[in-house]
């Protein structure tokens, strides 16, 4: 079986277990591969494409974390600044919460994705409501830290707001913009940016879908609904980035090997600790650094980021020197166990997975 074959074999069961799309991408120093199954729109029936444009959801956090680190690198900010020291009285505990800790998800600021869970599945109304950041941390100033910041480890989607108002106002301007001018520009990517309020995805894209959520949080039955057009203000820094697979493979690429932080500054992202056990809804990774995740296989350590966001699904893993990479993506966020499952195995298998040379992903 050829490599193409073995991953259009891992694609075509995402969407045998429910996604109606799925793609990848695989990357080393010899040329990519890439592979597509399904339809990026079920009402049409346009087939998949590896090169269609989707939301990343928390793939966003890796690039902000970089940014975050570019400005440590200039001397505008410090791993050890605290959030009071930046943003005063944004919450009543963020003098002992540092821009380390929020990178890393020890803080203890907490989420409130019920709330948000709400209101984008309660009515299409509720998907265009704009959210400002500041309207997004408020959602939880008034409770305390879910632990003491700095002693435990939860993923924290406040958090990483919290660290895009910092990037405004130590840096020059706008996060989208720090994000255009430090990333986008420079590595040259064609599809990927932070959209603001616009609903739409401009371009080559792909639809993306869910199945319903009740308001306790509960999936329901019922055929999926079509969450392309949203307003993704309400996951801003912590999630609201629009890209492609090549783009994204093309980014860590870069990171990774060294072209968008000094060599110490990238030693400290790719410095993890453990995740707990059941922490994660998809146990896809075991340790967390500064914006990256961190993943076993049986070839070795991979590093990258998962991004979910209603209608979307992906991850990008990386070896940590930058030289291997595989991305890949499906058009669903909520759907039955057994697309989880065959998304798993997907980056279980990786290690087997080669593009035009002969070397493992994880070899």
Do not use: C
């Amino acid at each position: 079986m050829t490599q193409l074959e073995k991953l259009q074999r891992l694609l075509d069961s995402l969407v045998a277990a429910g996604a109606p799309g799925a793609a990848a991408w695989v990357q080393d120093e010899d040329g990519s591969l890439q592979a597509a199954g399904g339809v990026a729109d079920i009402s049409t029936g346009r087939p998949m494409e590896a090169r269609l444009r989707f939301r990343a959801g928390s793939l966003t956090k890796s690039l902000v974390a970089t940014v975050v680190l570019q400005l440590v690198a200039e001397g505008r900010l410090s791993l050890a600044d605290t959030l009071e020291h930046w943003l005063p009285k944004i919450l009543p505990y963020g003098d002992q919460v540092t821009i380390r800790q929020l990178l890393g998800h020890t803080s203890g600021v907490p989420q409130d994705w019920a709330t948000i869970e709400r209101t984008l599945y309660g009515s299409r109304q509720g998907r265009f409501r704009s959210w400002s950041p500041q309207a997004l941390v408020a959602l939880v100033a008034g409770r305390p830290p879910s632990f003491p910041p700095g002693t435990a480890w939860s993923y924290s989607n406040t958090g990483y707001i919290l660290l895009g108002l910092l990037v405004e106002t130590a840096g020059s301007a706008t996060l989208a913009q720090e994000l255009q001018r430090r990333i986008v520009e420079p590595l040259g990517l064609r599809s990927t940016y932070l959209p603001g309020d616009a609903r739409e995805i401009p371009g080559p894209m792909s639809r993306g879908y869910s199945l319903p959520v009740g308001p306790r949080g509960e999936v329901l039955d019922g055929p999926l609904l079509d969450f392309t057009v949203q307003n993704p203000s309400w996951a801003w820094a912590a999630g609201a980035l629009v890209s492609d697979l090549e783009d994204l493979v093309g980014f860590f690429r870069a990171l990774l090997g060294g072209r968008l932080l000094p060599p110490g500054l990238l030693a400290e992202m790719l410095s993890t600790v453990p995740v707990p056990p059941g922490s994660i809804p998809l146990p896809l990774y075991d340790r967390y650094g500064l914006g990256l995740l961190e993943m076993g296989t049986p070839a070795g350590r991979l590093v990258g980021q998962l991004g979910g966001i209603p209608g979307y699904l992906s991850m990008v893993l990386s070896t940590p020197d930058g030289r291997r990479q595989l991305g890949v993506m499906s058009n669903v966020l909520v759907a039955p166990d057994a697309m989880y499952e065959a998304f798993l195995r997907v980056f279980r298998e990786a290690r087997r997975l080669r593009s035009a040379g002969e070397g493992e992903l994880g070899g």
